[in-house]
């Protein structure tokens, strides 16, 4: 048999496909990673570790404190109405503070739940400072906002108009406020430690309406259609978290006014804006109690002048029709009939709406950001005397801002709270039975003071009306601050839509001129430090429906402000802030030249064979989750408790089984609570404390309590004595039993 010494043409055929297939193999596999190493460098995907460290960390402190003051009589800073007193405790009301340092130069933002910050609140507020850390905290790096809540106390203004629509200045009111502001203040600067800022924006819809779209139309077409809608959906978040990357506080603005609670709550509440920190600080600070807890979350105000929470639109009270479009009255009852409501079907119900929709959003933006806020910190600071200021239009034209006056429209409302009597939005001309009653009590206008505010036609002269103290400011802080590449802008007052954009737009091209500012965020922060009223575009004033009658500088009023922030943006952008001017300073009134209009509450007194914390209506003995446990006490007149800041009117406490020992679930801070202080006469009233049994409710049994004190005389001096009544106990369960 002969030995084989080759190979076959079947192997040989074979061997050549295998070695043809391995080549093929090997090539694609070479061209598909040299395709994909091609791609990734086309297309590098976007990692997701935790952004590089800066150097050199923020320093950054944050805290909070009660400010919530007297919750009996005295009258709520908002819709100017006197009827609208204090009459007990829907949400109590907070000043929330963030320090921010980056080694050489400090900043202090404080958003508080308040209806505004005042001019004397400010000064207060920096004397307080100053005596405790000298100049460390200035009139330049310190800008107070107010979240514009008009379920807060006033009281604590310095000039005639807002006295007298708050029944004075109030003394036990603004001390309140001022120390609370001041103790926010000193935790968040006892919390400084190295930390990182964080920033992101979104868009939120279905929560915000213009109350003023008519106004908002005569602004130009084209500048109109560079944006999506009439007011601006953009929420805006700031993250503050230690070096590890543990949050510790939150600033959001969104342009809405927090007037979701109407005219006819008598309530301390911190509205939609404070429902929403609320969340997010529950959110946070997990088995605290509201008030308490490390983390901080704030709600700030931002270009809300002509922006609505009532996103169901204006209504006539009496016929159920959508009012008049122009003016925003009803065929019959005028402006007081038309009235705007939504999206809940009750004043409650859209406060938790709305608080909800701003709060969800902010916390998606809160949990998702991922770009780092870095570099130095900037602020620039000057008092304006804003009646006298002369604009440059063009290159050969110049206006000049009026003394302030409020026009026929003032008295007119808005949608959110419409006025009395026959004034209506949109006035352009005077009505001679209100000039001439105006003219017999406080004499005409001035021939020059008319003509600069034309076409408003003026109710009030305010700037030439002195007497017993001026009716309103002229002196008038701006502030801007920035945090590396986040800007924001302190606005002493309501600033429309279109006016905050405007301003935005100036500061950011300002800023961005110098090579040290890129991709620039500017924030409209609102109320900031003295309270100016309204801020109308030139466009909007001349249709004067009620923010533009309340631009009290006349129709150059925002020009006015453009430049003086535009000063203020280029002397930080080429570093020259200190050489800015001061200005001239504001006044501060002595208190023996203020005046209160609040009378001293009178002794407290009981029912016949009653006293004093005894229940009158008594709880059921059992409920539900859902449902709202309720019960009325002989009461006092809180304004007899004093500072109850970091106290509580109310609990809701439950019992432990296994101990026998009650626990407090809820307070009168809380969301789930209400209390309502009820007014007799002679010295009589009462309190009665609702429990709106959340679902979270555990089963088992509760009790509800509430504390106070009563005013009496003893040897003709008044005696204020601690009370408290207790409900019977309850069973709360998780469903019906049948």
Same mark, same amino acid.
């Given at each position: ?13 074979l ?80 000043s929330?503070?963030f ?58 203004f ?15 009111s ?5 120390q ?106 997990i ?6 807890g ?53 004043m ?14 902010s ?25 006298d ?92 601050? +920035?945090? *590396?590449s !986040? $800007?924001? %802008? ?8 279109? &006016? =905050? ?29 003295i ?56 006044p ?35 409920? +539900?989750? *859902?449902? !709202? $446990?309720? %019960? ?8 007899? &408790? =004093? ?12 019992l ?6 009650w ?41 509800i ?12 001096k ?21």
């Open positions: 048999m002969a030995k084989r010494c080759g190979f076959s043409g079947l192997e040989i055929l061997m050549v496909l295998f070695v043809a297939m391995t080549a093929v193999a090997v090539g694609f596999i070479a061209y598909t990673v040299t395709q994909q190493s091609s791609e990734s460098r086309d297309q590098e995907p976007t990692p997701t570790p935790t952004p590089e460290v800066p150097a050199i960390p923020y320093l950054i402190g944050v805290g909070r404190a009660d400010i919530t003051g007297p919750v009996g009589d005295v009258p709520f800073m908002g819709y100017a109405n006197l009827d609208q007193t204090a009459g007990g405790i829907h949400m109590r009301l907070y929330r503070a320090i921010v340092d980056d080694g050489s130069k400090r900043v202090l933002f404080v958003s508080a739940d308040i209806g505004m910050v005042s001019q004397r609140l400010r000064l207060e507020v920096l004397r307080g400072l100053q005596a405790k850390y000298g100049d460390l905290y200035r009139q330049d790096n310190v800008v107070l906002s107010g979240t514009h809540t008009h379920s807060g106390l006033g009281g604590y310095q000039y005639t108009l807002f006295m007298i629509t708050s029944k004075g200045y109030i003394k036990s603004i001390q309140i406020i001022v609370g502001i001041v103790k926010s203040i000193e935790r968040a600067h006892e919390n400084l430690r190295p930390g990182r800022i964080f920033i992101n924006k979104g868009e939120l819809e279905e929560s915000n309406l213009n109350r003023s779209p008519h106004s908002y139309m005569n602004n130009p077409e084209e500048e109109r259609k560079r944006y999506n809608g009439n007011t601006d959906k953009q929420v805006v978040v700031l993250k503050f978290t230690d070096m590890d990357g543990d949050g510790i506080g939150m600033i959001s603005w969104f342009a809405v006014h927090p007037v979701s609670m109407n005219s006819s709550n008598h309530m301390v509440s911190g509205d939609n804006l404070g429902y929403a920190s609320y969340l997010f600080e529950q959110d946070k600070n088995g605290s109690l509201p008030g308490r490390p983390f901080v979350a704030t709600f700030a105000s931002s270009n809300l002048g002509d922006v609505s929470p009532n996103t169901r639109g204006p209504h006539c009270l009496n016929t159920g029709e959508s009012c008049d479009y122009l003016n925003s009255s009803c065929p019959i009852g005028g402006t007081k009939m038309c009235v705007a409501f939504g999206p809940g079907n009750n409650f119900e859209s406060t938790r709406i709305i608080g909800e929709n701003i709060f969800k959003k916390k998606e933006l809160y949990s998702s950001t991922k770009q780092e806020v870095r570099g130095p910190i900037h602020f620039a600071h000057q008092w304006l005397n804003m009646s200021i002369t604009i440059q239009i063009n290159s050969t034209h110049t206006a000049k801002t009026c003394k302030p006056a409020l026009g026929h429209s003032f008295a007119g409302g808005t949608i959110d709270g419409g006025g009395a009597l026959n004034f209506t939005q949109g006035a352009v001309e005077g009505d001679p039975f209100w000039d001439g009653i105006r003219d017999a009590i406080l004499g005409p206008p001035s021939n020059e003071t008319q003509d600069c505010h034309r076409p408003k036609p003026i109710l009030f002269s305010t700037g030439e009306m002195n007497w017993p103290l001026p009716w309103h400011p002229v002196i008038v802080d701006v502030q801007l601050i +920035t945090i *590396g !986040v $800007a924001i %802008v302190a606005i002493p007052g309501e600033v429309t839509t279109m &006016s =905050g954009r405007r301003i935005r737009e100036a500061v950011k091209k300002e800023l961005e001129s110098s090579h040290a500012f890129a991709n620039t965020e500017v924030v409209i922060a609102g109320l900031c430090n309270y100016t009223h309204y801020i109308t575009t030139y466009e909007e004033y001349q249709i004067q429906r009620y923010e533009a009658a309340s631009t009290i500088y006349g129709p150059h009023t925002l020009s006015a402000y453009i430049q003086s922030y535009r000063g203020l943006a280029r002397a930080i952008a080429e570093g020259t802030e200190a050489e800015l001017p001061k200005g001239p300073e504001p501060f009134f002595t208190d023996s030249q203020l005046f209160s209009l609040l009378p001293l509450n009178p002794v407290d007194k009981t029912p016949d064979n009653s006293s004093f914390g005894e229940v009158l209506e008594q709880v059921d003995p059992v409920y +539900t989750v *859902g449902q !709202v $446990a309720s %019960v009325t006490f002989v009461a006092g007149n809180p304004r007899n &408790s =004093g500072d109850m800041t970091d106290k509580t009117f109310v609990t809701v406490e439950k432990h089984n296994s101990t026998q020992t626990s407090v679930v809820h307070t009168d801070a809380s969301w789930e609570t209400r209390f309502h202080w009820i007014k007799g006469t002679s010295g009589l009233s009462n309190a009665t404390v609702e429990w709106h049994i959340p679902q979270s409710a555990q089963s088992g049994f509760y009790r309590r509430h504390f106070g004190h009563y005013k009496e005389f003893r040897n003709l008044p005696v204020f004595t601690a009370y408290e009544g207790v409900s019977d106990v309850f069973k709360v369960n998780k469903r019906i039993y049948y």
